[in-house]
């Protein structure tokens, strides 16, 4: 389980001007810009782009930005001043402003495109033009990348209007997901899954736009009103933000010899991709075939470890298509996600994701996006035999790596030594028999309890007496692997630092970003400092609130049990 990065003790960056001169763009500098793009940035109808790594855009202001949220431990591993979250200029670049930039830091932002691959399938029919060179950040725009404590860091605002990959949209985002994904990142951050992290939070007070969503106490599968929602900006932050997808994107060019620079392109972008994510991993003094051998290395195990962690905390992506991907291996695009509450491998929030990308398929989806990965890169290995055999063996271990991975977290669930597969399938079957909460049962049995009554907290269905008998059976070869290991002390601890104590609970998280769009930010901040601190025992009335199981009212429940990708 990975941990959250500690930090300075004191904030270096107090000031706006402080906080520009940490500028500096690898990207931009050292790959290639759209060679149809505009100079200025000026570039928001959506169009084909046929070459180059990114357009240069500036984005769209939002009017009379208001301060929600930033993300205080982000800020402080940064070396930020809390301050400069409502600092004038900062607000201003933040929520789209990009005139508040000043040198050394240039006057518009970037957005980059990608291909479409769906569980390992190539896809081009959604682009616009029936060609693929529509796809991209559609209201995605990087405006900032600099290094902060000698880490580098993208920041990306979400929502910042459109770009060439629009496809036609308005290229904003509402507050409802805007809330959902601050709040989503930083909370995976604190449960120790890698992932994207949260800057900054801001709303417009006077622009909104039309939405589909679901009505109050609608059991409807889809969208069944049209609502107003205020346009907000989020600002993600992440050591880059190349997908899978973006790698896709240049091989499919090299495949195709769709310009006579196409494959120094890939070869360009996978470089970067090395320096971005890998460089403290991968020898820059290999040679280039063995550097993209460590590479494919390197990301299987970052992927395979990260869907292990997702099922670990019951964390579903929802749509884990190629572009969703991160090439760094962590967690990106907090669009249709949810988290499992009553425990179903088949559990799938978003209604339009089907079950190819439900919980416990995530392996799966992964492999199928590893393939993809795999495929780009292969073009660049084409004049080197045996630096192929290699990069295939790496591909054809995959499920193998991803299945110790899992392995390793079940064991690890369950406070075990080594994985038992016999234990592990009777335990699925039960609970899903007893319609567990997937995080309050864990939980509690991270206490070792010698009888089951314990566990039925947990349980949102009545068990027979057989059911019981069959859970105490269960329960007690359990605690015999579990003695034969640490002293049950030792094993509990352990187990509550793997089994968090606060899940992400939709119907919490409902009133929050309703309540945001009267103006209130309470909630969003309470569940700030709840969700900081997943594993904790928190104060009795957190846990009263926090620590139950789903009200019968919300099962079935529109924008709370399922929800269209509608942001």
């Known amino acids: 389980m990975t941990q959250p990065s500690t930090s300075p003790d004191k904030p270096r960056v107090t000031t706006f001007d402080e906080f520009v001169q940490q500028v500096d763009y690898s990207l931009m500098d050292s790959l290639n810009a759209d060679p149809d793009a505009t100079t200025d940035g000026d570039d928001h109808r959506a169009r084909q782009v046929f070459s180059g790594h990114f357009v240069p855009v500036t984005p769209t202001p939002i009017g009379q930005p208001e301060y929600v949220a930033h993300s205080h431990s982000l800020f402080h591993e940064l ?90 949209a308005d290229g904003r985002a509402v507050l409802r997901s805007s809330v959902r994904e601050f709040l ?180 799966t989806a992964a492999e199928a996006n590893f393939h993809m990965f795999w495929t780009a890169i292969r073009p660049l290995l084409a004049d080197d035999n045996e630096a192929l055999e290699r990069l295939d063996q790496i591909r054809r271990d995959f499920q193998e790596v991803m299945q110790d991975e899992l392995h390793h977290i079940w064991a690890a669930k369950l406070g075990l030594a080594e994985f038992n597969l016999d234990l592990f399938k009777e335990l699925v079957t039960l609970m899903r028999r007893s319609e567990v909460d997937y995080t309050m049962f864990f939980r509690e049995l991270s206490h070792i309890p010698e009888d089951i009554a314990p566990l039925k907290k947990s349980f949102y269905a009545k068990t027979s007496p057989e059911l019981d008998e069959k859970w105490q059976s269960w329960l007690s070869s359990w605690r015999d692997l579990v003695l034969a290991g640490d002293d049950l002390s030792t094993a509990a601890d352990e187990m509550k630092r793997v089994n968090p104590k606060y899940a992400w609970r939709e119907w919490l998280i409902v009133p929050a970003y309703r309540q945001a769009t009267q103006g209130d930010y309470s909630l969003i901040k309470e569940l700030q400092e709840v969700l900081s601190r997943p594993y904790d025992e928190q104060s009795k009335q957190i846990e009263e609130k926090y620590y139950r199981l789903r009200p019968q009212e919300y099962f079935n429940a529109g924008g709370v049990s399922h929800y269209s990708c509608s942001s």
């Open 79 to 168: 070396g930020l001043s809390d301050k400069l979250a409502q600092d004038h200029k900062f607000t201003q670049l933040f929520s789209g402003d990009i005139s508040a930039a000043r040198a050394p830091m240039r006057n518009f932002g970037w957005a980059t495109g990608y291909a479409l691959s769906i569980y390992g399938t190539e896809y081009v029919r959604q682009c616009p033009f029936g060609t693929g060179n529509g796809y991209g950040d559609g209201r995605a725009i990087s405006v900032f990348e600099g290094v902060f404590n000698g880490q580098r860091w993208e920041m990306q605002l979400k929502g910042g209007g459109p770009t060439p990959y629009c496809r036609g």
């Open 184 to 363: 989503a990142q930083e909370y995976m951050h604190a449960l120790g899954v890698p992932t994207s992290r949260s800057l900054t939070l801001y709303v417009s007070k006077t622009d909104t736009v039309s939405r589909p969503w679901y009505s109050d106490h609608s059991n409807s599968f889809d969208p069944d009103i049209i609502t107003e929602n205020p346009v907000a900006i989020s600002t993600r932050v992440a050591p880059s933000f190349l997908r899978v997808g973006q790698i896709e994107l240049f091989a499919r060019r090299a495949r195709s010899h769709t310009h006579d620079n196409a494959l120094e392109e890939l070869r360009m972008i996978v470089m970067h991709l090395i320096a971005r994510e890998y460089q403290d991993e991968i020898d820059p003094s290999l040679n280039f075939s063995d550097q993209v051998i460590e590479l494919a290395r390197l990301f299987r195990q970052r992927l395979s470890a990260l869907v292990a962690n997702w099922l670990r905390v019951g964390y579903c992506q929802g749509n884990f298509n190629s572009d969703n991907c991160a090439a760094g291996g962590f967690t990106l695009d907090y669009g249709p996600f949810g988290f499992c509450e009553v425990f179903d491998p088949e559990f799938q929030p978003w209604t339009g994701g089907g079950q190819h990308f439900s919980f416990f398929n995530q392996p």
